[in-house]
């Protein structure tokens, strides 16, 4: 899962294998919501195993959710993206965590899609299927059979009950057809079924309390407050995941700096455009 | 992953004990209508002092009580329209209340004036969120309002129930969301019921 390429140089990230979540504000002030406009987050899924002082983002999927529709679109951006990173030049999307931590990332991610991206939610490996068990699993709709020993993806297609290791391994798993773009859209999957299951588990505002302090006391927050997280729980609790798009970015596969990059596609741009204005895309 | 995230509460979600018996009495004496607190409830990441906890509750009490005043007795007694509601509400919520969609699930405006108001029921369960340094961010009020009067044209019924999400803002607490539901009955007509979710 490291990036190759990009040498020694470069701040440490202190590492989140160890917290379950991070989530950090991009901009100040407190997160008030404008009405009529679309609220866009940065979920990312990093690197970092337990002892590792470095990581990168591994997994990296905007969410746009748009109260008023009551629609929202994941819009998936595949690691080895070879983009601008503003103030480093161009690299991986993945690096910029690595050089400026999630207030770098979510500034390229902003800039290559045109958006404000108002806060950056971030967790590791073992975060990921710590919090799933905690969940008690969730059911993911698995588009294909997988078969994959390294990452440990065995399923039939069809929804599949999946604890926390079997969803590392679902999101994990890069050995399909599509390969990255693939995993990327699996990873979005994986978000829809942990909202599927948080709707069913937390359907009014005091439920959503007891589990945000729970969360609080495994989250590290930067420029956050608990009013704020509460916002956007709820914002995102109040999207039925059946009026969710999970998209990937278009692109293509290529070579740069003797590295294996995704160049980004001719329909991107289009699709960015598309997203922006109310996070709902209107092509299918 | 948020919302997978987000999950980790359910299994271990950690609640305190109420406080303490706890209730604030609005102005207006013996016999009027006031919310006062049925329940106290603190879902926190750290500890939260006694002086936090009674200070939230008294506060929030306070800015419900303003509400009932001002965009439900106001009205009612009247037949007119509702207080100034723009300090109890957060900016993110206010136009949706003063002069948008919810308008009419949150006040009682649009019935005939009424008499000898008199609350069946007027109570908040209240339960708050406090971060790992005590600090006390959000308090959700599970509401149950149930009024009477009479009018010139008969008896009259108003229920509001739900939930009113507070947050601190500007040294007071203002309303920052909702799930109500109002029911009407007045004038022997059918029971008009609105709902609103922000």
């Known amino acids: 899962m490291l990036v190759v390429g990009l040498g020694a140089v470069g701040p440490a990230v202190p590492s989140p294998a160890n917290a379950a979540l991070e989530v950090t504000k991009v901009d100040k002030g407190s997160f008030e919501p404008v009405p009529g406009k679309p609220v866009f987050v940065l979920v990312m899924g990093q690197d970092a195993r337990p002892g590792d002082t470095q990581s990168r983002g591994d997994a990296l999927h905007v969410i746009g959710i748009n109260p008023a529709a009551g629609k929202a679109t994941i819009l998936n951006i595949p690691r080895d993206s070879w983009i601008n990173i503003p103030g480093r030049g161009v690299d991986k999307v993945n690096a910029a965590y690595y050089y400026g931590g999630p207030l770098l990332e979510a500034k390229t991610i902003s800039a290559l899609v045109g958006i404000d991206i108002s806060m950056v939610l971030s967790t590791g490996f073992q975060g990921l299927s710590d919090m799933v068990d905690e969940l008690g699993g969730v059911n993911v709709d698995v588009p294909i059979p997988m078969n994959d020993p390294l990452s440990g993806a065995i399923f039939p297609a069809g929804t599949v009950r999946m604890d926390g290791g079997a969803a590392l391994a679902f999101a994990r798993n890069r050995h399909l057809t599509g390969n990255d773009f693939t995993r990327t859209q699996d990873q979005g999957i994986l978000i829809l079924a942990g909202l599927s299951k948080l709707r069913d588990s937390a359907p009014n505002p005091v439920n959503t309390l007891k589990w945000m302090a729970v969360l609080a006391r495994h989250t590290r927050l930067d420029g956050v407050g608990l009013g704020d997280l509460y916002r956007l729980g709820r914002l995102a609790l109040s999207i039925d995941p059946a009026n969710v798009r999970n998209v990937t970015m278009p692109g293509t596969t290529g070579s740069a700096a003797n590295q294996s990059v995704v160049f980004v596609g001719a329909g991107a741009p289009a699709l960015f455009a598309d997203f922006r204005d109310d996070a709902i895309l209107q092509r299918s | ?198």
């Not at chain 2, 936090?52 to 009612?76: F, I, K, Q």
């Open chain 2, 1 to 198: 992953m948020f919302a997978v995230v987000a999950g980790l509460a359910l299994l271990t979600s950690c609640s305190r004990p109420p406080s303490q018996a706890f209730s604030t009495a609005p102005d207006g004496g013996v016999g009027a209508v006031a919310i006062t607190g049925a329940g106290f409830d603190v879902e926190s990441a750290g500890d939260v002092s006694k002086d936090t906890s009674d200070a939230t509750w008294a506060g929030v009490l306070a800015t419900l009580n303003r509400y009932l005043e001002a965009a439900v007795l106001t009205p009612l007694r009247t037949g007119g329209p509702a207080g100034d509601l723009a300090p109890l509400f957060t900016s993110l919520a206010v136009d949706r209340v003063t002069t948008g969609p919810d308008r009419a699930a949150l006040i009682d405006e649009g019935v005939p004036p009424a008499t000898d108001i008199r609350a069946d029921a007027s109570v908040a369960t209240l339960t708050a969120l406090a971060g790992s340094d005590g600090t006390v961010s959000v308090v959700d009020a599970t509401l149950d309002l149930r009024l009477r009067g009479r009018s010139a044209d008969g008896p009259l019924t108003v229920t509001r129930t739900g939930d009113i999400v507070l947050l601190p803002d500007g040294g007071t607490w203002r309303i920052d969301s909702y799930d109500i539901t109002a029911s009407r009955t007045f004038g022997g007509a059918a029971t008009t019921t609105t709902t609103a979710r922000s």
